[in-house]
């Protein structure tokens, strides 16, 4: 099957996801898979998990829709458990860019002020704002003009912190660069750039549209960093798969936010607002501690198996979100064909690296029988390589 009736704006691989339970997905012509992408760090909790299939189903019976002309108690619930405890406030979107956009322009209309600083090699989304921080030419190819008073940095460079100054409204920035190439911040440089914020009256924005709920073993990556962000932003794992979105920033904010500054029709639906519910219930203390014993399993059988093998250049990242770098002569999309064929789901990022998001509830059985693929396909690999040089 070839579609004929959509834009060609996505390179689609030819099969079709039809069905899914726990950390296996099946395609059209009945193979299953070991998922290791999750829907690109979407489905954190896997398929069919018994908990949000019954939230949402229960709330499938009531409302769909409401306006948010009315109060809405659910939506607030979703707001209390995302906030946990802090002193912030929530604005619901539909999408990772949309939770950016909303942070954008909270950020200028509070400070009054226009200069974004954001970084190379980021994303942030598609929409004219969060495209336009976001630090990739190709993304930003023939969309000109952008939206102006954004500039970029190099990430990871002490250079940055001189780039903070008090005329920015914002400074934007992921605490692992997922879609870039999978770069984790250095502790000490992501805590000497919000404390450079602070000093400047520069608002800190952590976009953790992909490292949010869970996948680097905390709730949000940037506590496992020990930052303090006046905005942050997330969305994929929010749902564990509907459309939403979520911007959480600090309650003093609210002054630049009020009635009219700011909405979206759908924004906040209710079926959403279900599965949110019972994905924030569930990602407590005890699963996070799970997920980082889990993730340093994975981490040892990456230092040991797939790090050494020739073609790898390096392994990045953090927590279930790994990197693995790949020598120009394997194309990662022949080594993601070749997972495919084998029954392993992966994805790519940045420049030739091999991207992997499994479920964060994945066991440590299915973890390492990942990498053992992988590591086993990169071998195969290298020998072909190898040989015909
Ligand atoms: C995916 C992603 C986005 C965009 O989210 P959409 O829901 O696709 O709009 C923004 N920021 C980061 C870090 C992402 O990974």
Request: aromatic share 8%; net charge negative; glycine share 10%.
């Amino acid at each position: 099957m070839t579609m004929q009736h959509v834009f060609p704006t996505y390179q689609r691989f030819p099969f079709a996801i039809t069905d899914g339970q726990g950390v296996h997905l099946t395609d059209n012509h009945g193979k299953s898979y070991l998922d290791f992408m999750a829907g690109i760090g979407v489905c954190n909790f896997g398929y069919q998990q018994s908990q949000i299939q019954t939230a949402v189903t229960q709330q499938l019976k009531h409302i769909w829709h409401t306006s948010n002309l009315y109060e809405n108690e659910l939506q607030d619930t979703v707001a209390g458990l995302l906030v946990n405890g802090e002193d912030r406030l929530v604005y619901f979107a539909n999408s990772g860019t949309e939770a950016n956009e909303a942070a954008l322009k909270l950020a200028r209309k509070y400070t009054g002020k226009t200069g974004i600083l954001a970084f190379q090699h980021s994303f942030h989304g598609r929409t004219y704002g969060a495209m336009s921080m976001t630090g990739n030419s190709h993304i930003q190819a023939g969309y000109a003009p952008l939206v102006p008073g954004i500039t970029f940095a190099t990430y990871n460079d002490d250079a940055a912190l001189d780039k903070i100054t008090p005329d920015l409204a914002a400074v934007i920035l992921e605490v692992v660069q997922g879609e870039g190439g999978v770069f984790a911040g250095k502790r000490a440089w992501l805590q000497a750039v919000n404390a450079k914020c602070q000093a400047m009256g520069v608002l800190l924005i952590i976009d953790e549209v992909q490292t949010g709920i869970g996948r680097t073993g905390y709730r949000m990556a940037y506590e496992g960093y020990g930052l303090d962000p006046d905005i942050y932003t997330v969305a994929k794992g929010l749902t564990n798969g509907l459309p939403v979105g979520a911007m959480v920033g600090r309650r003093q904010l609210a002054t630049a936010f009020g009635p009219g500054s700011h909405g979206s029709t759908f924004a906040g639906n209710a079926v959403a607002m279900a599965a949110a519910k019972s994905v924030l219930a569930q990602l407590t203390p005890a699963l996070l501690t799970t997920v980082r014993a889990h993730a340093e399993l994975v981490w040892q059988a990456l230092t040991t198996q797939v790090e050494p093998l020739p073609v790898v250049k390096r392994v990045t990242g953090k927590g279930l979100m790994i990197g693995i770098h790949l020598d120009e002569r394997v194309p990662v999309n022949q080594v993601i064909t070749q997972l495919q064929s084998e029954g392993l789901l992966t994805l790519s990022a940045g420049d030739n690296t091999l991207r992997l998001l499994p479920p964060i509830v994945m066991q440590p059985a299915d973890l390492l029988a990942g990498i053992a693929q992988i590591a086993q396909v990169l071998t195969a690999l290298t020998t072909e390589v190898t040989t015909n040089e």
